[in-house]
């Protein structure tokens, strides 16, 4: 028997990038960090919340409630519940008569202080508008032509201007209050009015207006990956690199 020499010559493969050893660990260590890395963040932020809330309440605790008076270590987030606990009292007593009288008594003083008296309504008017669920500030999300024509950037919708600054704004048309979130801190950024019929709302929450502004766009909405998903990677990728592996494998030359 002899070997054909018209055969062609068996083509090698092309090597395939991050295809050996070092390229699994790495596909495992990218894997692992996707999926570890939002947990650890997260339980980080909540430890760390937990953690002031404690530190704030603590000193106003006296010694004889603290659990460490009694244990020989400290419980974590008892500050927080005694927090919880106490602005649920403030609430119910503020929702009486008397708590209400107390409450007016205390506004009165402080709004004969003029240094004071623009900082508490201030602030008084924002936490109305945020926790009472009465207001409509930012529940919707539009875009706005800025900085440049062309050139559209993503606004929280607030509330609609009172009297004054209407009849003080140019035109006949009826303007919107709008706060533009700088990336990648959303808790920065411009605060202006534009005409309704400038801004073009869209379908998306707070949440992922705000999500998409700190990921700069690369976590776009909807685009969330399946944590199962995610620790799946790995395995899919060395599946399909033996699949190819296999499929690119010559043939041996057939002999006569």
Request: hydrophobic share 45%.
């Amino acid at each position: 028997m002899t070997t054909r020499d018209d055969a062609p010559a068996p083509l090698d493969p092309a090597p395939e990038p991050h295809t050996g050893l070092m390229g699994r660990f790495r596909n495992y260590f990218l894997t692992g960090l996707i999926v570890t890395g939002p947990i650890a963040i997260t339980l980080y932020l909540v430890w760390w919340f937990v953690t002031w809330v404690d530190g704030v309440v603590r000193p106003f605790v006296p010694l004889a409630y603290r659990p460490e008076t009694y244990l020989p270590y400290g419980v974590p987030g008892w500050g927080l519940i005694v927090a919880f606990f106490t602005l649920t009292l403030v609430g119910f007593l503020a929702a009486n008569l008397i708590g209400r009288t107390l409450v007016d008594v205390g506004e009165t003083f402080l709004g004969r202080i003029p240094a004071v008296r623009a900082i508490y309504r201030g602030l008084k008017q924002v936490f109305e508008t945020l926790f009472s669920g009465k207001g409509s500030s930012f529940r919707k999300v539009g875009l706005v032509e800025f900085p440049s024509p062309g050139m559209w950037s993503i606004v929280l919708i607030s509330q609609s201007p009172n009297e004054e600054v209407s009849r003080s704004l140019p035109g006949q048309e009826e303007h919107v209050s709008v706060f533009l979130p700088c990336s990648p801190n959303p808790t920065t950024g411009f605060f202006f009015y534009v005409p309704k019929s400038k801004i073009i709302e869209v379908d998306l929450t707070a949440e992922d207006a705000a999500t998409l502004i700190m990921s700069a766009g690369v976590v776009q909405p909807g685009s969330a990956p399946d944590p199962k998903k995610a620790a799946a990677l790995a395995g899919m990728a060395n599946a399909a690199r033996i699949a190819n592996a296999s499929t690119l494998q010559p043939e041996p030359a057939k002999a006569e």
